[in-house]
């Protein structure tokens, strides 16, 4: 792996241009809205996500690679977890958000192309990340060398083909929500992204030769204040460029943003499926 990096930290310099249309990752650490989207992510999944964490049995001593960690929080708390004798590397290929934390070493590295040391980490953990990348069934057979034998692996995904506008009913919201949904599913695949992943992630870790593999799903209804609904109000300005690009407008957008502020307003989730698995022992 690459030094850990200390030009890691926020730009220091004034906003970032809005992420536009082309492949890549859909969105940017540098950008203006970032720390919201980053704030919504924290707010609606590290509940979730570490509970899952939990029945892992990570503890004192343990290593751990958190990859793609954005804002740090999951990083952070599995640091404060494998405290005081072990040790969590947080990948980012932009990792200034990350924090810095006692037991935390912070790398800029790119999981599809930098080097990854082998059998070298008892967990492994990724949210929101594989599904960004075409190469994720790739990078799914570089994790599995580079935990030890018997190591831990949990991938937390969204499969966003699953959503509905349940209130209100009027036919012009809902009819605006599901094409927004379909602007943003052909945005995130124009990027070379795949929004449903998370329904294939169990299948494809089985596949890459993980054993045990178990996943499960979390949904929910999403409200006006509710991370999950912010999260989607985020969206029509973090995407603004590539949602233009797939047909909306910033008329719809504006009346999306509406729409999700709207106390009436009640949405089925996305559903956040957390798959685990482990390298079996040799
Ligand atoms: C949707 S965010 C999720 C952040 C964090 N894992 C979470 O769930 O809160 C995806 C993160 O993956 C990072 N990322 C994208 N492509 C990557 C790559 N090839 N290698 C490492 N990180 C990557 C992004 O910079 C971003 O911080």
Redesign the pocket.
């Known amino acids: 792996m690459t030094a850990p990096s200390a030009a890691g930290r926020p730009a220091a310099s004034g906003p970032a241009p809005d992420t536009a249309p082309g492949p890549g ?1 859909a ?3 540098d950008s203006v809205h970032a720390a919201e ?2 704030g919504c ?2 707010a609606a ?2 509940t979730p ?1 570490t509970a899952h964490l939990e029945r892992t049995g990570v503890g004192p001593g343990w290593h751990c690679l ?6 740090g ?2 990083a952070a708390w599995l640091a404060r977890r494998v405290a005081p004798s072990g040790r969590v590397v947080a ?4 990792p200034g ?1 990350i924090p810095a934390v006692p037991g935390l070493v912070v790398l800029r ?4 192309r930098d080097p990854l040391p082998e059998r070298a980490y008892d967990l492994v953990h ?4 594989l599904s ?2 075409p190469e994720r069934r790739a990078v799914l057979a570089r994790l599995l060398r580079t935990l030890r034998p018997g190591g831990r692996i949990q991938v ?1 995904e969204f499969d966003s083909t699953h959503y509905a506008a349940l209130l209100p009913a009027d036919p012009d919201s809902r009819d605006l929500y599901a094409r927004f949904h379909q602007a943003k599913l052909s945005a995130l695949r124009a990027s070379g992204g795949e929004p449903a992943w998370g329904r294939d992630a169990a299948a494809d870790l089985c596949a890459a030769g993980f054993t045990e593999v178990e996943p499960v799903a979390h949904t929910e209804v999403w409200t006006a204040d509710s991370p999950g609904a912010r999260l989607q109000a985020h969206h029509t300005r973090h995407l603004r460029d590539r949602l233009v690009a797939a047909g909306m407008t910033d008329d719809e957008l504006a009346r999306v943003r509406h729409l999700m502020a709207d106390p009436g307003f009640r949405a089925a989730s996305c559903v956040f499926y957390t798959v685990q698995g482990r390298r079996s022992a040799d």
């Open positions: 990752y969105f940017d650490n989207q980053h992510l924290a999944y590290d996500t958190e990859i793609g960690a954005g804002q929080s999951v990948t980012d290929i932009k958000r590295h790119d999981i599809v990724a949210r929101l990340v960004h990348l937390d």
